[in-house]
C-alpha cells in the first residue's frame, strides 16, 4: 500500500518531467527548420531558456514534499537565476544598445572592409549582439559590438577605394623617374587616377609612397600584392635598384 502511494505521489512530477522535455524539443526542433539569421538566433535562444527554466519550476512544484521546502528551492534557484542575470545583463544590453547605435549610424554593411586594432576583414553578418568578418585566410572573427561601438574603425567600402605601397629608394635617382615608373606600376595592376607622395626624406633614401583607385574593394587584398610586383617589375625596367 505505501508503495503504490508513493508511486501515486510522483505520477505528477513524472508526467512534468516528460511535458516539459516534450515542449523542449519540439520547439527546438521547429526552431532548427527556420531561418538561422542573427536575430533568429537570438530569439531562439531566450525562447528555449524562457521553457527550460519555466519547465524546471513547473518540475518542483509538481515534487511531492513540504510546501516550506519547496518555497526554499524556489528561492534559492529565483536568487541564483538572478544574480546570473545581473552579472551577465550589463554586457548583453550593452552589445544590444551598441548594436542598435552602429545600425543607427550605419558605417558600414555586409561587403564593407573594416580594420580595428589590427584585425582586417570583410563584414560578413551585422547581427544585433556581434559583427563577424572573414579575414584574409577565410577566417571568421566575431566582434562584440560595444567593442566596435568604443573604438575606432576604418571601414573601406565595397565601392572602392585607394590601395596605396611604398617604397624606399635612395637620393642617387632622380625622383621624376621614380614617380613615372611607380605611376606606370600603378596603372599595370588596375589602378586608377594614381598619384605618387613623398612621405619621408630619410638620411640614406626617401620613402615614396604611391596611390590607386580600386574599384572594386572585394579583390583588394590581392590587389596590393599585385601592385607590389609591378612596382618590382616597373623599377627594374627603369633600371632602378
Known sequence: ???????????????SVLFVVAAYWIVK??????????????????VLFSIALIGFIFIILSIPMDEGIKGQITG???????????LSSATFIGNGLAGVMLRAVNSYKAGDFIEI????GRVSEKGLLHTEIQTENRDLVTLPNLHLATNPVRVIRASGTFVNAAVSLGYDVNQHKIKE????????AGLEDSFVHITELGDFSVVYKVFGLLKDAKTMISARSRL?????DALHESDIE
Not at 1 to 15: H, R, S
Not at 117 to 120: E, F, S, T
Not at 181 to 188: F, G, I, K, T, V
Open 181 to 188: 615608373a611607380l605611376l606606370r606600376a600603378s596603372a599595370n
Open 76 to 86: 534559492l534557484f529565483g536568487i541564483v537565476i538572478s544574480a546570473g542575470l545581473a
Open 1 to 15: 500500500m505505501n508503495v503504490l502511494e508513493l508511486i501515486q505521489d510522483w505520477v505528477p512530477t513524472f508526467f
Open 228 to 232: 607590389y610586383g609591378c612596382m618590382l
Open 29 to 46: 526542433y521547429l526552431m532548427d527548420k527556420q531561418s538561422n539569421t542573427g536575430s533568429f538566433s537570438i530569439i531562439r535562444t531566450i
Open 117 to 120: 586594432g589590427g584585425v582586417l
